[in-house]
Every structure is written in structure tokens, then in C-alpha cells.
């Protein structure tokens, strides 16, 4: 039986939903996918640490103003 090649190639990670750019309010949902299956995928927002969140990721009572929000899946692997 031959043994497949270990997988070192992380996930390409996608952002498919978001709020319109004239939101104003405190409150967002965004929405990610991946090219390959994801056992997790992790959120930092504003340059804070990386932490687990979900496929669906809500965000409530955000200050006004620009944010950053940065999404990154883990792959089985």
C-alpha cells in the first residue's frame, strides 16, 4: 500500500459575506469558506490574537470606525 504525501499546504481561506460598505451600525456577520475541508477556522480583528470562530462569524457593539479582520482556516492536516 503506498502512502500518500503528507499535506504541508495550508488552506486558502475566503471571505464570502460581509456587511455593505455604507454599514453603519455596531453589529456584523461575515461568512468564510475554504478551498479543502477545515477543522477550524481562527479570527483576529483589529490586530488582536488569532481565536477560534465559526464558518459564521458574528460580531456585535463595534465601535465606529474602520476595522480589520483577519480569518485563517487549520486544515486536518
Request: aromatic share 10%; hydrophobic share 45%; net charge negative.
Given at each position: 500500500m503506498a502512502l500518500r504525501p503528507a499535506d504541508t499546504t495550508p488552506p486558502d481561506t475566503f471571505i464570502v459575506a460581509g456587511p455593505p460598505t455604507d454599514n453603519s451600525g455596531p453589529d456584523v456577520i461575515f461568512g468564510f469558506a475554504?478551498?479543502?475541508p477545515v477543522e477550524e477556522y481562527e479570527c483576529a480583528l483589529d490586530g488582536g490574537p488569532f481565536v477560534g470562530c465559526e464558518a459564521?462569524?458574528?460580531l456585535l457593539g463595534l465601535a465606529a470606525g474602520e476595522h480589520i479582520l483577519l480569518v485563517r482556516?487549520?486544515?486536518?492536516?
Open positions: 475554504s478551498n479543502e459564521v462569524y458574528e482556516a487549520i486544515d486536518l492536516a
